[in-house]
Nanobody
Framework: QVQLVESGGGSVQAGGSLTLSCTAS????????TAWFRQAPGKEREFVVG????????YYADSVKGRFTISRDNTKNTVYLQMNTLKPEDTAVYYC???????????WGQGTQVTVSS
């Protein structure tokens, strides 16, 4: 069974930075992709950024391009999300997800809160 464990959320002022981590276990992930989604109060869950384990290909939502960077460490089965120049509208619960690349996301972490104050 795939398990995803997130860490690194917290509170920061606008313009600040945070780094989220997502460690995966339970299988090999060579043909998987991992993505971060977020959900703000009263809003739908939205895609933020994703990465393919096989070749590191990344894809970003327009709202975070140039501010967020996703990376992976295959030796640790861990994906990192570096978030810079944070804005109050980035406030949300951030979820790590994983699935076979190109086939959606079947597995989800428990979520970690990110709060950005103005």
């Amino acid at each position: 069974q795939v398990q995803l464990v997130e860490s690194g959320g917290g509170s920061v002022q606008a313009g600040g930075s945070l780094t989220l981590s997502c460690t995966a276990s339970g299988r090999t992930f060579s043909n998987y992709a991992t993505a971060w989604f977020r959900q703000a109060p009263g809003k739908e869950r939205e895609f933020v950024v994703g990465i393919r384990w096989s070749d590191g290909f990344t894809y970003y939502a327009d709202s975070v391009k140039g501010r967020f960077t996703i990376s992976r460490d295959n030796t640790k089965n861990t994906v990192y999300l570096q978030m810079n120049t944070l804005k109050p509208e980035d406030t949300a619960v951030y979820y790590c997800s994983a699935g076979v690349a190109g086939r959606g996301y079947d597995y989800w972490g428990q979520g970690t809160q990110v709060t950005v104050s103005s």
